[in-house]
């Protein structure tokens, strides 16, 4: 009975093994969907995205929309062009920040106005060239993180 209870002690204090598939860290780098369309229109696949290969992808992706051929995309063809080339109906921009003239139509000409407000606050450098680490966002704190405590 002595040897029973540094053993029962012995076992409580073994750590137990994290469980599998546990929950993964939050990720502080991230890309907007702006961001990954506009890396996807490298055009000359060189890892730079300059502002004519930009308005080009832009173009072939308005074509894609249904009712394109008028010139006018409406919300509910923006959403699905957003879907497919943003990755989320929601992603912005938002048909609403995109559609300027407030007609409730989206034109090309609106859509590469807005990109370029994009382009031109990823360029950091402001060399009217878009390389892969303009179009990552670092975030100094990870989402959902607990509150840091104050130093006194």
Do not use: H
């Not at 308005?62 to 919300?75: L, N, P, Q, V």
Request: include cysteine; charged fraction near 20%.
């Amino acid at each position: 009975m002595p040897m029973l209870i540094p053993l029962i002690l012995a076992l409580q204090a073994v750590p137990a093994a994290p469980a599998a598939g546990g929950a993964q860290p939050p990720s502080t780098i991230f890309a907007e969907p702006a961001a990954l369309f506009i890396a996807a229109c490298d055009g000359e696949n060189d890892a730079r995205v300059t502002q004519p290969e930009l308005n080009a992808c832009l173009a072939r992706s308005f074509a894609t929309a249904e009712g394109a051929s008028t010139g006018k995309i409406g919300y509910i063809s923006y959403a699905d062009w957003s879907l497919k080339w943003l990755g989320d109906r929601n992603a912005l921009p938002s048909p609403f920040e995109v559609d300027r003239d407030g007609d409730n139509a989206i034109t090309l000409v609106e859509l590469q106005a807005r990109f370029a407000q994009f382009f031109s606050r990823f360029d950091r450098n402001r060399d009217g060239v878009l390389v892969r680490e303009e179009l990552l966002t670092i975030r100094s704190f990870a989402p959902n993180a607990p509150p840091r405590s104050k130093r006194r």
